[in-house]
């Protein structure tokens, strides 16, 4: 068994819905981590003569109450998580930028340097439920407020941060893993280019199977003695890591990209996409990483599909969504009321739909809202 395979056990132990489908990203994300501190400190692999971060920021969108936070806490939350003390982790519930930055203000006349999540947990992974600014700064419609700040620190690693009263500089390789609520977002900002992408836009189907799963769980207590077992092999994997002395990808990725349609400000994304996975099959001093196993192409291809979503609108796939589980047409009380389970408000179904009416997507009468076209 792989150590992924040893992590979804837990997990369906646990009755998480669709582990399978986000739990490799989950723990892709971890192997980056842990070789990127190791690469940091050896200097095994380098890009254009720079040594690059190899890091997989996360970033999971999904409608309030959809397994955002569930994931996160499973994952990297309290006592009983997945990956218990093996790495250093924090989970916050929401975070600023200041607070992840860090700032420099005075208090009675004296200069008071307030640290950031980045600094304290440099080498950690960072979990952050809702992350407002990241949500502002993706947002099409406020791409311009990029904070060039958050930015390098997501990608090189570099803080530098010049305020009124002096200014902040560090470098920190955390890993971030953050929640945002389904939105049109700009994938080729700057932001974009730094996340990978879960995305959950839930149907009828999943709201039963999700409380079946939930219903399942009840009164399942933790396996202390599973648990301190999948923390040593955890433990014995970050050990292999730290032996490994040379990395390769196989030279054949960019044909497999450009058939893909992957865009080069996405290269650099699917690299650590797929490294991440082949440390998850097994850890050898040479690693060599290439697409050829099933498990590679379908995590490839799901993170394909997730952005092109994305980029279109999550909003506008959820909507459509819903009104296919009804077969094409749906009321528009029928519509409301599954919005609302999704925990939209009134306002923006109502935004929402003029604007998908506009761009011929649906078509509305007074009763019901139609899907325009064939298959989406």
């Given at each position: 068994?792989?150590?992924?395979?040893?992590?979804?056990?837990?997990?369906?132990?646990?009755?998480?819905?669709?582990?399978?489908?986000?739990?490799?990203?989950?723990?892709?994300?971890?192997?980056?981590?842990?070789?990127?501190?190791?690469?940091?400190?050896?200097?095994?692999?380098?890009?254009?003569?720079?040594?690059?971060?190899?890091?997989?920021?996360?970033?999971?969108?999904?409608?309030?109450?959809?397994?955002?936070?569930?994931?996160?806490?499973?994952?990297?939350?309290?006592?009983?998580?997945?990956?218990?003390?093996?790495?250093?982790?924090?989970?916050?519930?929401?975070?600023?930028?200041a607070?992840l930055?860090?700032?420099?203000?005075?208090?009675?006349?004296?200069?008071?340097?307030?640290?950031?999540?980045?600094?304290?947990?440099?080498d950690?992974?960072?979990?952050?439920?809702?992350?407002?600014?990241?949500?502002?700064?993706?947002?099409?419609?406020?791409?311009?407020?990029?904070?060039?700040?958050?930015?390098?620190?997501?990608d090189?690693?570099?803080?530098?941060?010049?305020?009124?009263?002096?200014?902040?500089?560090?470098?920190?390789?955390?890993?971030?893993?953050?929640?945002?609520?389904?939105?049109?977002?700009?994938?080729?900002?700057?932001?974009?280019?730094?996340?990978?992408?879960?995305?959950f836009?839930?149907?009828?189907?999943?709201?039963?199977?999700?409380?079946?799963?939930?219903?399942?769980?009840?009164?399942?207590?933790?396996?202390?003695?599973?648990?301190?077992?999948?923390?040593?092999?955890?433990?014995?994997?970050?050990?292999?890591?730290?032996e490994?002395?040379?990395?390769?990808?196989?030279?054949?990725?960019?044909?497999?990209?450009?058939?893909?349609?992957i865009?080069?400000?996405?290269?650099?994304?699917?690299?650590?996409?797929?490294?991440?996975?082949?440390?998850?099959?097994?850890?050898?001093?040479?690693?060599?990483?290439?697409?050829?196993?099933?498990?590679?192409?379908?995590?490839?291809?799901?993170?394909?599909?997730?952005?092109?979503?994305?980029?279109?609108?999550?909003?506008?796939?959820?909507?459509?969504?819903?009104?296919?589980?009804?077969?094409?047409?749906?009321?528009?009380?029928?519509?409301?009321?599954?919005?609302?389970?999704?925990?939209?408000?009134?306002?923006?179904?109502?935004?929402?739909?003029?604007?998908?009416?506009?761009?011929?997507?649906?078509?509305?009468?007074?009763?019901?809202?139609?899907?325009?076209?064939?298959?989406?």
């Amino acid at each position: 068994m792989t150590i992924l395979d040893d992590v979804l056990d837990e997990l369906h132990q646990r009755h998480a819905y669709l582990a399978d489908v986000f739990a490799p990203f989950y723990m892709s994300s971890v192997a980056c981590h842990l070789f990127n501190l190791h690469n940091q400190r050896k200097h095994i692999y380098f890009e254009g003569r720079n040594l690059p971060s190899l890091r997989l920021h996360l970033l999971f969108i999904a409608p309030p109450g959809w397994s955002k936070t569930y994931f996160l806490e499973t994952m990297i939350r309290g006592p009983y998580c997945i990956l218990g003390n093996t790495v250093r982790k924090t989970f916050e519930a929401t975070l600023t930028e200041a607070g992840l930055i860090g700032t420099i203000g005075t208090v009675n006349g004296v200069v008071c340097v307030e640290e950031g999540a980045a600094k304290e947990y440099a080498d950690g992974i960072i979990g952050v439920d809702e992350f407002s600014a990241i949500t502002r700064m993706m947002n099409t419609q406020h791409s311009g407020l990029l904070d060039t700040q958050l930015l390098s620190l997501l990608d090189s690693g570099y803080a530098y941060k010049r305020l009124a009263h002096g200014k902040i500089e560090y470098n920190s390789q955390f890993t971030l893993w953050g929640g945002v609520q389904p939105a049109r977002y700009d994938l080729t900002s700057g932001m974009g280019r730094r996340f990978c992408f879960l995305l959950f836009l839930p149907s009828r189907q999943d709201a039963e199977n999700l409380l079946t799963a939930w219903h399942q769980s009840k009164g399942i207590a933790p396996d202390k003695g599973q648990l301190e077992k999948l923390w040593r092999k955890l433990r014995r994997w970050k050990a292999e890591i730290k032996e490994i002395e040379k990395l390769e990808f196989d030279e054949g990725l960019l044909e497999e990209y450009k058939a893909l349609g992957i865009y080069p400000f996405e290269g650099t994304l699917f690299d650590r996409l797929l490294l991440g996975w082949t440390l998850l099959k097994g850890v050898e001093k040479r690693v060599y990483v290439s697409m050829d196993d099933e498990g590679a192409r379908t995590l490839v291809n799901r993170e394909i599909a997730w952005r092109r979503q994305i980029s279109i609108g999550g909003e506008f796939r959820q909507v459509i969504k819903l009104i296919e589980d009804a077969g094409g047409e749906v009321t528009r009380s029928k519509l409301m009321q599954d919005a609302f389970m999704l925990g939209w408000d009134l306002q923006q179904l109502v935004e929402t739909l003029r604007l998908m009416e506009r761009m011929r997507l649906v078509r509305m009468t007074k009763e019901k809202v139609v899907l325009v076209g064939g298959d989406r």
